[in-house]
């Protein structure tokens, strides 16, 4: 039998840092996503011993400037994209991450280009297809409202961007991701 699973990535990394945070017997509070300040000087060994066990879930301790801004880049980005609401219309991306960064956008596009060998406009555009693939298989809402409420400038637009990463145009997708849910249903 092949279970199918969904998993919210921030809960279970969030998880998995207090678990081994509360091994380790620090004092810590979560200031959000990526981000965790430790209360108490702690030892060498100990950061070794927690980078160590992280590190065994694909989870590492950032220590270079750079890779820091780089990874709350991501987080501001895919915080954007996960939001309930509709995306921000009133800024774009750009305006978006400046604001929430403190830095110019002309930099941050840079070295994140430079870093991850991909643009920020494209990492934008794949977040938003994995949160429209979350939609079309998890809500009942249209592509359109999909679309309208991930920011796309039009149906076509989505469409197009979708099948481009995907393969598959939403509407297919949809409805492969429905068959399937009724032939489980039937079992």
């Not at 011993?49 to 301790?61: N, P």
């Not at 750079?66 to 774009?92: G, N």
């Not at 400046?98 to 991850?116: A, C, E, H, M, Q």
Request: charged share 30%.
């Amino acid at each position: 039998m092949i279970l199918k699973i969904q998993i919210d990535i921030n809960i279970v990394g969030k998880k998995l840092l207090e678990e081994h945070l509360e091994k380790l017997q620090l004092d810590f509070t979560l200031k959000g996503i990526g981000e965790v300040e430790i209360n108490q000087s702690i030892s060498s060994a100990k950061l070794k011993e927690l980078t160590l066990g992280l590190r065994k879930y694909g989870i590492e301790i950032l220590e270079s400037e750079k890779d820091i801004l780089i990874q709350k880049i991501k987080d501001a980005i895919i915080e954007m994209v996960y939001m309930e609401d509709k995306l921000p219309i009133t800024s774009s991306v750009s305006s978006y991450l400046s604001d929430k960064l403190k830095y110019r956008y002309g930099y941050i596009s840079d070295l994140f280009s430079n870093i991850t060998f991909t643009s920020i406009e494209n990492f934008v555009k794949l977040q938003k297809i994995e949160r429209a693939k979350q939609l079309l298989s998890n809500s009942e809402l249209s592509c359109s409202e999909i679309a309208w409420k991930l920011n796309y400038s039009s149906i076509p637009h989505f469409s197009s961007q979708f099948k481009n990463v995907i393969g598959l145009t939403p509407t297919t997708f949809q409805r492969i991701i429905k068959k399937r849910r009724e032939a489980r249903n039937d079992e």
